[in-house]
């Protein structure tokens, strides 16, 4: 469309004064009207005559001038800090997915586009995660990415372990999360090379990106490192006393992603009553500590449609984050039934179930319900965990069945395994279930539960119905939006075109909202915000 050319009456007023909205339809303008909409780097005047509305791009403001959007390109939606601070040119994240769901090709694929990826590190292996890193140094150059680094409870060595593996390679930016309380693992990854600027600035070259869910969590990362952890890698020789001179004037995280009812480890929150809870929060500390960049927040869990896209942004959010939808990309590192099932969820369809993380503290995550049988045995197994002290003391009508149908070997053999297992990642622990049957009979079950997740991962055919499929509501969300589009189709959907996807029609959604508040409602069929072929 030229500019400032065209005027088009987009619906003409009744005598009462409602409008008609057979007009846009029926005089071919539909076209003109939707492309005028989606000409984000343009703005779009509305004027209301004896015809009705008739629009203009790039038109002066004036006194005619009913309703005004201004330009809204995408790389405006969010604070424009944390597009500075990460490199990025959307403030779209693609959350960590454990076990490399959020793989290589997710981070790279976002990269591409602007945007930023954050690999899936928790429960690999070093060795895998290294492997990550050069993959990823190697192909992206000056591109932004991440690494998870996940608070690990019961293997702290392993969490410092990652810890230095990323300083070691220099990775500059984690997604911290799960962390209950700040570990001494975090507070040398974030101070580790901290520095004052010629000008006398403080410069935190390792960034973080707290992920967390209750206040208490949020305060934490919202407020300097705490002064026993201080000391503590003072005296370990992790940080130099100049170090943590200066680690005390900011903050543990560079941005907060305030994580409501989502896929995986959740605490079910509403996004719409947690994140407003959080900003005053930030606002509360930021008068506190008066950083000079205050921490910025931003909105992750049950985000999968530019309408829920709209809302973060509306309520403040400084950049959003999904993680249930990238799961059924062709990117990610699950298999092609496990996004076929995903691609066919309602909202209703997922339920907690045991995590095999914080199994014996009745700790849940949130997975797929449709088409798996995981989480009923999984709580199954939680029952008798928490019914008996040891293996050996379940009863045969409750032992036998699960060793039928759930490890598919006796219980003996499956502790045999697990042995094994711990003998190369952490020995300790076998040494403390020897000690503890309880213990063991958690490690045991806690088989059962890590395998479901690597069958969903490898697809493996004859434990289709155990999979133990990680997913929120936002995923049943995200298909019902692209049903009957491009996107409806498991194959089609690439971690990038999404996101584009939802951040255009984001836009749309928000002028809609502009045009509403200026008093202008026109009927749905004005705003399609329909997922779109790319080509
Ligand atoms: N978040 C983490 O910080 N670490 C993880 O290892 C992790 N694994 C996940 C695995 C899957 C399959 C899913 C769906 C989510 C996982 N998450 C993890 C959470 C996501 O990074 C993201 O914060 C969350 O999924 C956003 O909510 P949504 O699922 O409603 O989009």
Same mark, same amino acid.
């Not at 005296?235 to 005390?248: C, D, I, N, T």
């Given at each position: 469309?030229?500019? %400032?050319?065209?005027?088009?009456?987009? +619906?003409?007023?009744?005598?009462?004064?409602?409008?008609?909205?057979?007009?846009?339809?029926?005089?071919?303008?539909?076209? !003109?009207?939707?492309?005028?909409?989606?000409?984000?780097?343009?703005?779009?005047?509305?004027?209301?005559?004896?015809?009705?509305?008739?629009?203009?791009?790039?038109?002066?403001?004036?006194?005619?001038?009913?309703?005004?959007?201004?330009?809204? #390109?995408?790389?405006?939606?969010?604070?424009?800090?944390?597009?500075?601070?990460?490199?990025?040119?959307?403030?779209?994240?693609?959350?960590? =997915?454990?076990?490399?769901?959020?793989?290589?090709?997710?981070?790279?694929?976002?990269?591409?586009?602007?945007?930023?990826?954050?690999?899936?590190?928790?429960?690999?292996?070093?060795?895998?995660?290294?492997?990550?890193?050069?993959? !990823?140094?190697?192909?992206?150059?000056?591109?932004?990415?991440?690494?998870?680094?996940?608070?690990?409870?019961?293997?702290?060595?392993?969490?410092?372990?990652?810890?230095?593996?990323?300083?070691?390679?220099?990775?500059?930016?984690?997604?911290?999360?799960?962390?209950?309380?700040?570990?001494?693992?975090?507070?040398?990854?974030?101070?580790?090379?901290?520095?004052?600027?010629?000008?006398?600035?403080?410069?935190?070259?390792?960034?973080?990106?707290?992920?967390?869910?209750?206040?208490?969590?949020?305060?934490?990362?919202?407020?300097?490192?705490?002064?026993?952890?201080?000391?503590?890698?003072?005296?370990?020789?992790? !940080?130099?006393?100049?170090?943590?001179?200066?680690?005390?004037?900011?903050?543990?995280?560079? @941005?907060?992603?305030?994580?409501? &009812?989502?896929?995986?480890?959740?605490?079910?929150?509403?996004?719409?009553?947690?994140? #407003?809870? =959080?900003?005053?929060?930030? @606002?509360?500390?930021?008068?506190?500590?008066?950083? #000079?960049?205050?921490?910025?927040?931003?909105?992750?869990?049950?985000?999968?449609?530019?309408?829920?896209?709209?809302?973060?942004?509306? /309520?403040?959010?400084?950049?959003?984050?999904?993680?249930?939808?990238?799961?059924?990309?062709?990117?990610?590192?699950?298999?092609?039934?496990?996004?076929?099932?995903?691609?066919?969820?309602?909202?209703?369809?997922?339920?907690?179930?045991?995590?095999?993380? /914080?199994?014996?503290?009745?700790?849940?995550?949130?997975?797929?319900?449709?088409?798996?049988?995981?989480?009923?045995?999984?709580?199954?197994?939680?029952?008798?965990?928490?019914?008996?002290?040891?293996?050996?003391?379940?009863?045969?009508?409750?032992?036998?069945?699960?060793?039928?149908?759930?490890?598919?070997? &006796?219980?003996?053999?499956?502790?045999?395994?697990?042995?094994?297992?711990?003998?190369?990642? &952490?020995?300790?622990?076998?040494?403390?279930?020897?000690? &503890?049957?309880?213990?063991?009979?958690?490690?045991?079950?806690?088989?059962?539960?890590?395998?479901?997740?690597?069958?969903?991962?490898?697809?493996?055919?004859?434990?289709?119905?155990?999979?133990?499929?990680?997913?929120?509501?936002?995923? %049943?969300?995200?298909?019902?939006?692209?049903? +009957?589009?491009?996107?409806?189709?498991?194959?089609?959907?690439?971690?990038?075109?999404?996101?584009?996807?939802?951040?255009?029609?984001?836009?749309?959604? !928000?002028?809609?909202?502009?045009?509403?508040?200026?008093?202008?409602?026109?009927? @749905?069929?004005?705003?399609?915000?329909?997922?779109?072929?790319?080509?």
């Amino acid at each position: 469309m030229q500019n %400032g050319s065209s005027t088009i009456p987009v +619906g003409r007023n009744r005598a009462d004064g409602s409008l008609n909205r057979t007009s846009l339809i029926s005089n071919g303008a539909t076209n !003109l009207w939707t492309s005028a909409l989606h000409s984000l780097h343009r703005s779009l005047s509305l004027f209301q005559d004896s015809e009705g509305y008739r629009f203009e791009l790039d038109a002066p403001l004036d006194n005619n001038t009913k309703a005004y959007l201004p330009p809204l #390109p995408l790389s405006s939606l969010g604070d424009s800090t944390f597009r500075r601070a990460h490199k990025v040119r959307f403030n779209y994240v693609t959350g960590a =997915m454990a076990n490399g769901i959020a793989s290589t090709d997710i981070v790279k694929a976002m990269a591409d586009v602007g945007m930023l990826g954050i690999f899936g590190a928790a429960g690999l292996s070093l060795d895998r995660v290294e492997k990550a890193i050069q993959t !990823l140094q190697g192909g992206l150059g000056e591109k932004p990415y991440g690494f998870n680094l996940i608070h690990s409870p019961n293997e702290p060595v392993h969490e410092m372990a990652t810890a230095e593996l990323f300083l070691r390679y220099r990775v500059p930016l984690v997604e911290a999360s799960a962390y209950l309380d700040i570990t001494p693992a975090i507070v040398r990854y974030r101070l580790s090379g901290i520095r004052r600027s010629s000008n006398g600035q403080i410069e935190v070259p390792n960034r973080v990106i707290g992920k967390v869910s209750r206040s208490e969590v949020a305060t934490r990362f919202l407020s300097p490192p705490p002064e026993r952890l201080l000391k503590e890698c003072l005296e370990k020789g992790y !940080l130099s006393a100049f170090e943590v001179e200066l680690g005390r004037q900011v903050p543990m995280a560079d @941005d907060i992603t305030v994580e409501a &009812d989502s896929g995986g480890h959740t605490d079910n929150r509403p996004a719409i009553s947690l994140l #407003p809870s =959080m900003i005053a929060l930030r @606002d509360r500390l930021q008068k506190e500590f008066h950083f #000079p960049t205050p921490v910025r927040i931003g909105a992750a869990g049950g985000i999968s449609t530019p309408a829920s896209i709209a809302a973060a942004l509306a /309520m403040g959010a400084a950049y959003v984050v999904t993680g249930s939808v990238n799961q059924a990309c062709v990117e990610s590192g699950s298999c092609d039934t496990v996004r076929q099932m995903l691609a066919e969820a309602d909202q209703a369809d997922v339920i907690m179930a045991p995590a095999a993380d /914080m199994f014996e503290m009745g700790v849940k995550v949130q997975v797929l319900k449709r088409g798996t049988m995981f989480a009923m045995r999984a709580s199954k197994l939680y029952e008798l965990y928490r019914a008996y002290p040891s293996i050996e003391a379940i009863p045969a009508a409750d032992r036998v069945p699960i060793e039928k149908n759930l490890f598919r070997m &006796d219980l003996e053999e499956v502790w045999k395994q697990t042995q094994e297992y711990f003998q190369r990642r &952490d020995p300790h622990q076998n040494f403390k279930a020897e000690a &503890d049957p309880k213990f063991k009979m958690a490690l045991v079950f806690r088989w059962y539960l890590g395998q479901s997740s690597r069958w969903a991962n490898a697809g493996e055919p004859s434990r289709r119905l155990d999979y133990q499929i990680w997913c929120g509501p936002a995923m %049943g969300a995200f298909n019902e939006w692209t049903k +009957g589009t491009y996107l409806e189709a498991a194959k089609n959907r690439s971690v990038g075109i999404v996101a584009k996807n939802l951040l255009f029609n984001t836009a749309i959604v !928000l002028r809609r909202l502009q045009l509403k508040l200026q008093g202008i409602d026109l009927p @749905d069929d004005y705003f399609p915000t329909q997922a779109m072929d790319p080509n």
